[in-house]
């Protein structure tokens, strides 16, 4: 790159308002070749000097990874729209050298996710392509089956990177071409290059005060809201939302797991007909879950109920665009 910018984003003030993050990951339904995804950038998302577009590569267990460096040090990251905070795998903390909150500091040495506390940890560089982001918080989690699951090749992700950075960067991700492209200065007017909206429908989002991602849908013509949740492999819906519609389930050999959570078993339903704002989805198989630990605050009983996640096989099938500075998912029918 003939240019680069170091920026430090003030989103360092989302940390004391995250109480939850969520990686779900699982056996794939359709595991694919990481080498066989690998995307290159068109010349019409090239990457200018207000904007940086990084290819992603999309793992066998259906995450996309993007290519970075934490003080120097090559890192695979999943880009994970449902982490309201970026994280670092807790055994590579080490290894790219972070660096523990001081007594000084204004940041909170630990936050609860998931239930649990984890240590917050500073990255003095987190280099994206030419985007250089300066004394980073990141929370150092224990990823499990969520890193195995979405290693590339035999090599772990290291880490996530969540709503605290696409959001400032007012990142715009689109999950079929696997595209990342970021704002490398967030005062310049201007929106990202290179994405043809023509033939897709606008979904607002609703963000959360914890930074969670939120659509409206129906699931067999009942109201609900989805989180949308690129970390998760499929897309998911809560065991009791299920049951009160009465829709049958089958077993399946699968499982999912999440930050601090326990591995929970996947069933299947078959939905007569899903609806994400104005975007229908004829007779569409999904996981049946129990969310439960992972959406809070009496959000799965509320009206309308958050029903489950809109995951990433849905996402790429139907060329799911999140334009994290409009605040915009777009979707084909």
Request: charged share 20%; with cysteine.
């Amino acid at each position: 790159m003939l240019f680069s910018r170091r920026v430090k984003l003030s989103a360092h003030s989302f940390l004391p308002k995250i109480f939850v993050s969520i990686l779900s990951a699982g056996l794939s339904l359709a595991p694919q070749s990481p080498a066989a995804n690998r995307t290159s950038v068109r010349p019409s998302a090239q990457s200018t000097p207000q904007f940086e577009a990084l290819p992603l590569v999309r793992s066998r267990q259906n995450h996309l990874l993007v290519r970075a460096y934490i003080n120097g040090r090559p890192a695979w990251l999943g880009v994970d729209s449902g982490a309201p905070v970026s994280a670092i795998a807790v055994h590579r903390r080490e290894h790219f050298r972070l660096t523990p909150i001081t007594a000084k500091s204004n940041l909170p040495a630990r936050i609860q996710i998931n239930g649990a506390f984890n240590n917050v940890a500073i990255a003095r560089e987190l280099r994206l392509g030419a985007l250089t982001l300066v004394d980073e918080p990141v929370v150092a989690i224990n990823l499990g089956n969520s890193a195995r699951a979405g290693r590339l090749d035999e090599q772990e992700i290291d880490g996530l990177i969540g709503a605290d950075i696409l959001f400032p960067t007012k990142a715009v991700l689109d999950c079929q071409r696997q595209l990342l492209i970021l704002k490398i200065d967030p005062d310049i007017a201007g929106s990202a290059p290179g994405f043809d909206r023509r033939g897709l429908q606008a979904v607002p989002i609703q963000v959360s005060d914890s930074f969670n991602l939120y659509v409206s849908a129906s699931i067999n013509g009942k109201p609900a809201r989805l989180m949308v949740d690129t970390g998760s492999f499929a897309t998911l819906l809560h065991r009791s939302f299920v049951r009160r519609m009465r829709i049958a389930t089958r077993g399946t050999p699968f499982s999912s797991s999440a930050v601090n959570l326990t591995e929970r078993g996947v069933r299947v339903a078959r939905i007569r007909k899903l609806s994400v704002g104005s975007v229908d989805i004829i007779g569409k198989e999904v996981g049946v879950i129990d969310l439960e630990g992972l959406i809070h605050d009496g959000l799965l009983q509320g009206s309308p109920p958050v029903a489950g996640l809109l995951g990433a096989e849905l996402l790429n099938r139907h060329h799911g665009i999140i334009d994290f500075g409009t605040r915009t998912l777009y979707l084909k029918r």
